[in-house]
């Protein structure tokens, strides 16, 4: 039976404004914006017209179909808070990666410096200081794939198997839609903190191309991003959309001077070597007049190379007289094609389609090896396959709606009505022998066979959804589902959303759902040994005979109840303010857990099958696994506004502000079956203190003729951090910590740009022009001595300022 959350009372509300950007408004543009927006009828446009007509004079508008079923919706009249970002939006960042330019622009959102092992290969998203897990990505409204990829090292992204969404090349998109609301009922599970909902260019004339090149003040850290994006019509009854890019990004290095040393040896602390190509398309055509046929696809490849910790000469003067850096690769293929068609017949709006999707990943080092390996054979190979990942998601939809004018009513009962069918695998592939025998390959060990994994489930799921206007400006939106995983049982989530219009300058909205996410095969079946010079880090999959040793439970899904009250308001022309607050409680949060170190964790892996090399810390090894840890609360507001100055002959200026206040709370820790908790005073930061309570973008954008200046300040709120000892009588100690605070920080960016013909347009920009960075970290806690910051904080980089030089062409 589906479960439709009852509504708040009018107190309850919660408001949204998204910036402006150009009002869609045939139906063609409509149907083409997302594989899951239904065409429109003539009559249904009529009915809902009354929608358009609470917008200010002058005002254009852009319709959404994210957190909607409503083929008519505004991102400002919406019942649940929804930004758009478009691509110029996008684009004025200077960033060459989508991801960096949604963070540079959406104070809710936030990301590690840098992540350790193989999350710093993948580019992740996460909102309102949740993870990456609980924010959902879709393309063109059809659910994404997640990378193969696990977050395997400790941090606030720990567990993630995160969408990579720099696989989407940032030339094919149109604009974002981000969701600041729990949406589970309404697209499933992940979708706890929010979704974004990346819509693609859908031209039919037009040639768009962009080089964009730059570095840090440091000298390091290069970057090239080239792209080209073409649309062309379909004979004129569709069009067809291509994009292509291509970008390097080179190492950077902020690490200091190697205690073991004396000199500056240790490259481990920075930015992975990238290289990445893309390719995409978007296309639709209407057979007939009431049939179109849709279909969008993406690939991408990336090689990536990120250093490891030093190794000293000692450890093979035979192979390596004067030492080695290792050096981690990773080898991707990501794919991913959707083809549908969707239509209007007997006044019934409908849509059917699938999407095929998937990631392949293959994980190597290089300039390392295998002490044992040549202790036992008076040979070891320095580069080695350490194992591979690959994971497929396919997922059918079928939906229908239908708007009825019901007479009571204010506005047409819209009446939607779908299921959705998914399939999902995940592999992990054992290394070569070389990589795993004895104490393994320096800097990573290869996977054994024993913790190689197979895996897959099939996801059935039903929905319904009803909206309508009550009264005139009093809108009412409920929206049931029901899901069953053959691995995790079945769910059933709600969600009840209402808006009340004052007047035309003063509204109320409020929304209360319950949500769920299902644990991922990765969490369910991933195990990995990574080594470093000192010590190890093993983590056991949950059902192993080793983590149940240990005190493991099998994986429950996370639960969530979210609410979110807040107003928009239009007080004078061109000023548009918007408050949002939100509380998201979530229970059985899947994390890493139960952190044993010692001889405890050495025993664990032994079990597990995990060799250690020799001269190891035992303090420094440590074993986990992941468990339903912790349960949380997470408490914020989210404030935007903008408003347009018009100087006349002086130009134009367009202010705008958003800030996000964002805590999260851990209201109980769960326990493993040996009765020790699962969180210790490091991980429980790594949920309620990582991440800045506050987060502030304020700025400017001045236009005049040719001329365009943008200044923006980010603010980026104080976080604590728990620092282990590496020296002294705590050094490596599981239980006791250095608690570290990172001061607030700002950093400033700025865009100076000229339209030099109609067509080709030249950005001179800085990010972060006075070159911030965090706070260093104590001496007692800096390992090596060149592990100068903590990349875990989510908070400002270390890499300092960024320049840059952006070329664009326009085809008029």
Known sequence: MLLLMP????????????????????????SSTSGNSYSVSTKQSVLSASKLRRQPAGEEEQVIVTGTRDPHQTARNSVSPVVVLSAKQLQQTGQADLRDALIQMAPSMTRSSMNVGTGNLTDAIQLRGLTPNQTLVLVNGKRRHASSVITDASGPQQGAVPVDIDMIPVSAVDHV?????????????????????IILKHSSRELTMQAINGGYYAGDGFTSGESLNWGTSLGGRGF?????????????????????????????????????????????????????????????????????????????????PTGFSPQLTMDQNDYSFTAGLKGTHFGWDWDVSTTYGGNVADVGLFESANPDLYAATGHTP?????????????????????????PVLAGPLNFSLGAQYRYDTYQVG???????????????????????????????????????????????????RIEHYTDAGNTETGKASTRYDVNKWFALRGTVANGFRAPTLAEEHYANLAVSPTGASGILA????????????????????????GIVLNPIERMHITIDAYQ????????????????????????????????????????????????????????????VTPFGEFGTVTWDAAINLNRTT???????????????????????????????????????????????????????????????????????????????????????????????RVALGANNLFNAKQRRVPYETNYLGTSRYNYDVQQIGFNGGYYYLQINYRMP
Do not use: C
């Open 177 to 197: 839609e981000i969701l600041q609301d729990g949406a589970a009922a309404q697209y499933g599970s992940d979708a706890i903190a929010g979704v974004v909902n």
């Open 240 to 320: 067809f959309d291509l994009s292509a890019e291509y970008k390097h990004m080179d190492h950077t290095d902020r690490g200091g001077i190697d205690n073991r040393t004396g000199e500056h040896t240790n490259l481990f602390l920075g930015n992975a070597q990238q290289n990445r190509e893309t390719i995409s398309y978007n296309m639709g055509y209407d057979i007939t007049d009431n049939i179109q046929l849709y279909s969008f696809a993406t690939f991408g490849h990336v090689n990536s190379e990120s250093f490891q910790n030093y190794r000293l000469p000692s450890v093979l003067p035979e192979v390596y």
């Open 666 to 760: 851990i209201t109980s820790v769960a326990n493993d079956q040996n009765g020790n908790p699962l969180l210790n005073a490091l991980y429980r930061g790594y949920l309620d203190s990582y991440t800045p309570r506050n987060k502030e973008i304020i700025g400017l954008t001045w236009q005049k003729g040719k001329w365009s200046v943008g200044i923006h300040e980010i603010r980026y709120g104080k976080v604590t951090s728990q620092q282990q000892y590496v020296t002294g009588p705590y050094a490596y100690s599981n239980s006791v910590y250095l608690p570290f605070n990172n001061r607030p920080k700002e950093q400033t960016n700025l865009l100076v740009s000229y339209q030099v013909t109609p067509s080709w």
């Open 382 to 406: 320095t580069r080695f396959s350490l194992m591979s990942f690959n994971d497929t998601q396919w997922t059918t939809d079928a939906g229908i709606r239908r708007g009825f004018d019901v």
């Open 430 to 480: 054992a290394g070569e022998p070389a990589s795993y025998y004895g104490g393994g390959s320096a800097a990573s060990t290869g996977l054994n066979p024993s913790s190689a994994s197979k895996s897959n489930r099939d996801v059935t799921a039903g929905y319904l959804n009803l909206s309508t206007e009550l009264l005139k400006g009093w809108q009412f939106d409920l929206a049931g």
């Open 584 to 643: 998201i409680s979530l229970h059985h949060r899947i994390t890493l857990g139960g952190v044993y170190n010692g001889q405890q964790a050495i025993d664990a892996l032994d079990a597990g099958g995990f060799g250690l090399p020799s001269g190891l810390i035992p303090d420094d090894v440590t074993a986990q696994y992941f468990a339903n840890t912790a349960n949380t609360r997470t408490r914020g507001i989210d404030i935007s506004g903008n408003y």
């Open 7 to 30: 509504l708040l009372s009018p107190a309850v509300v919660s408001s949204a404004l998204a910036a402006p950007s150009q009002v869609i408004e045939n139906r063609k543009k409509i």
């Open 542 to 565: 949950g059902d192993s005979e080793s983590a149940i040793l240990l005190g493991s439970k099998r994986l429950r899904p996370e639960t969530s109840m979210n609410y979110s009250a």
